[in-house]
């Protein structure tokens, strides 16, 4: 079964306006972590943010900010003022905690493209 | 800032050839792992290590793939005998602990490309 689902492959957004990109989770965990990543063209991968599942607060850095809804295992990515550069794909991951070790496990990504 | 670097940035080789990427993690990280990212696909965990042995391995990594930390520093994946399925994007990534807040470090990836 899928873990992490991006429900959204592509995206289009206004340069300067607000964009939501979708990330649902599965896990029967009661501790877990949830990262967003940016991937651009180049191909390397830029940690954005990151949420925890007793954080009481949505995470936000900068013009990064996460919509948690645990009830709902939700864990949406709210990128405001949307700039040219923000164009990249965008994973969604959570982290699996293991006896002797940790794994990321990643949605399959949404592709954001900024217009100007 | 600390940083994961791995070489070469892209390496291309023959089907049947043994490939070694090389991956220097940060510093003071005591996890490691190994992804691969088929181009345009989702990025897959193929193996992560502590204390100089495997804790974890998914479906992917099978009898062609090891890994090695030979010296300390460098954190090595090794294919036998690379497929043409083999190409795609693989990235070593570290973390300093298990769980926390703590991201999962990523180094800039190589390309493998097997022809």
């Known amino acids: 079964a899928q873990k992490i689902t991006q429900t959204q492959p592509g995206m289009f957004v206004q340069e300067k306006e607000a964009v939501t990109l979708d990330c649902t989770y599965d896990?029967?965990?009661?501790?877990?972590?949830l990262f967003w990543y940016k991937q651009p063209s180049s191909g390397e991968m830029i940690f954005l943010i990151y949420?925890?599942?007793?954080?009481?607060q949505n995470a936000t850095e900068g013009r990064y900010s996460l919509n948690f809804q645990k009830a709902r295992k939700s864990a949406n990515l709210v990128i405001s003022a949307s700039q040219l550069g923000d164009s990249a794909m965008y994973f969604c991951?959570?982290?699996?905690?293991?006896?002797?070790?940790?794994?990321?496990?990643f949605g399959p990504g949404t592709r954001l493209s900024v217009l100007p | 800032e600390p940083e994961v670097t791995q070489t070469p940035s892209h390496q291309v080789t023959q089907m049947g050839q043994e490939v070694i990427l090389r991956c220097v993690p940060i510093s003071n990280h005591l996890y490691f792992y190994w992804y691969r990212q088929i181009l345009g696909q989702k990025v897959e965990f193929l193996v992560s290590?502590?204390?100089?042995?495997?804790?974890?391995k998914s479906e992917i990594f099978d009898d062609q793939f090891s890994v090695e930390r030979p010296d300390g520093s460098n954190f090595t994946l090794k294919i036998r005998s690379t497929k043409l399925e083999d190409s795609a994007m693989y990235f070593c990534?570290?973390?300093?602990?298990?769980?926390?807040?703590?991201?999962?470090?990523f180094g800039q990836g190589t390309r493998l490309t097997v022809v």
């Open positions: 991951a959570m982290r699996e905690v293991w006896n002797y070790g940790q794994n990321f496990v």
């Open positions: 290590f502590y204390n100089n042995e495997i804790s974890e």
């Open positions: 990534a570290s973390t300093p602990r298990r769980g926390g807040n703590t991201e999962a470090f």
């Open positions: 896990t029967s965990d009661q501790s877990y972590g």
């Open positions: 949420q925890g599942s007793y954080d009481e």
